[in-house]
């Protein structure tokens, strides 16, 4: 079984469609969490005014600077990166640190979201498309896109894989699960490593700068875990032992 | 009223400028109070404010002599019952009144909105995207340090609505170039 898409589109770009609509889903849902636990509505909007011009300046920035200024475009990466930004900035004006520590695990919630629902804009585009493959569900592109033959619908698998960890996320962060937060951005940071694999522009390299990034982040998020649970358990001891 | 909140044992609740605080008994390890978020006093006395979570559930059971506040008692509430909010301002300080810094953070935020326009039409774009967020802080600064501030309230509104008009002729305009790129290149593949 294959799937057939006509990247000829009539009249609404199928791309911009999707990352106006990842974006709106992901500040509103951003919004919606950080003032239901607690945090100030003035904070939280400041936030969702700030994060879409940090993250699409960074996205831009960042795509144009690894380029060394020949191309144009977004990088989910730099995307990220502004999203954060943007949290620190209204972190080092609040100086709270509860506030601080709700609106960086909501903002790593809401990414898995974001970037899950923008895949499915270059799904339908035809761009960040995956390696030659003849198998099940392998996608043919007819249209604007036509030199790709069949090959391997990643972008329908990066987000699915996404919703999946946001999905998770929502019901840890629901049942108050320590470290939500790291351990989304563990679990997406492995995921979009791996997935890179699968993409056309992976096979003429051994590792991409995306993967290593990932890599970092991986590392970085496993180490702060486990100090994070060895921690939680000193303090448990110290507890049962006041008590 | 005594608290236990987590491992710290009889802490007072009291109102420090109209906000409840816990107070924590002379000889509390200090390393604990500080893991736990509480802030020495120039008095040395450590409290911690509550927030609205928190002291939502204290009330309910404000008829108690002794209460227990930790990670099993909070993870029940759901929603804060109370609209009380936490200070802004931080641990211990009055409220900042409308003070002439407001003005002049103000003041640069304007004049940086302004240059983003004519920087706008050079080869130096990206400088405008850093000036537009450097605008967009600078009253958030304001407008939160100051929050009654005057002039920091009205371009908090002028620059919301801005913004507003600028996302939507953006959008509008990504939208109409795309659909300008696709007719050319449909035509394009019929002349061949």
Not at chain 2, 95 to 112: R, Y
């Amino acid at each position: 079984m294959s799937i057939h898409i006509c990247t000829d589109y009539s009249f609404f770009p199928p791309y911009a469609l999707m990352i106006i609509l990842s974006c709106a889903a992901g500040l509103a849902l951003q919004y919606f969490l950080n003032v239901k636990r607690g945090v100030q509505p003035m904070i939280a909007g400041f936030i969702t005014l700030l994060s879409p011009f940090m993250s699409f300046f960074f996205a831009f920035l960042l795509t144009y600077a690894a380029s060394g200024g020949t191309k144009n475009g977004l990088s989910s990466m730099g995307g990220l990166f502004g999203m954060y930004l943007s949290v620190v900035t209204l972190a080092l004006i609040r100086r709270d640190r509860r506030t601080t520590s709700i609106t960086f695990e909501n903002c790593t919630i809401v990414l898995p979201l974001i970037y899950s629902i923008s895949k499915l804009g270059c799904f339908f585009a035809g761009c960040c498309h995956g390696i030659p493959y003849h198998g099940p569900c392998c996608v043919e592109y007819s249209g604007k896109v036509t030199e790709t033959g069949c090959i391997f619908p990643v972008q329908l698998a990066e987000t699915v894989v996404f919703f999946v960890i946001f999905a998770v996320g929502i019901a840890m962060l629901m049942k108050k699960c320590r470290n939500t937060s790291v351990y989304t951005l563990t679990a997406c940071s492995a995921a979009k490593g791996l997935l890179d694999f699968l993409r056309e522009s992976h096979m003429d390299k051994v590792i991409s700068l995306n993967q290593i990034l990932c890599i970092i982040v991986v590392i970085i998020g496993i180490v702060y875990a486990a100090a994070s649970e060895r921690k939680y358990h000193h303090t448990a001891e110290v507890t049962a032992s006041c008590a | 009223m005594i608290i236990h909140y987590f491992e710290i044992r009889n802490c007072s609740l009291l109102y420090y400028m109209g906000y409840p605080i816990y107070l924590a008994p002379d000889g509390t390890d200090e390393g604990l109070l500080s893991m736990r978020g509480f802030a020495k006093q120039n008095d040395g006395k450590w409290i911690k404010y509550i927030d609205r979570f928190e002291y939502g559930y204290i009330m309910q059971f404000n008829n108690c002599e002794e209460i227990v506040v930790n990670e099993e008692t909070l993870k029940n509430i759901q929603y804060p019952p109370f609209q009380y909010q936490p200070p802004l301002y931080g641990y211990g300080a009055a409220p900042p009144k409308d003070s002439n810094t407001a003005n002049i953070l103000c003041t640069v935020s304007v004049s940086l909105m302004l240059l983003t326009l004519p920087v706008l039409f050079t080869p130096l774009i990206a400088i405008s995207g850093l000036l537009f967020i450097a605008a967009m802080v600078l009253m958030i600064i304001a407008r939160v340090i100051y929050p009654d501030n005057k002039f920091a309230k009205i371009l908090c509104i002028v620059y919301v609505v801005l913004t507003l008009i600028m996302v939507v002729i953006g959008i509008a305009a990504i939208i109409m170039l795309m659909i300008a790129c696709n007719e050319c290149v449909n035509s394009l593949n019929s002349c061949s």
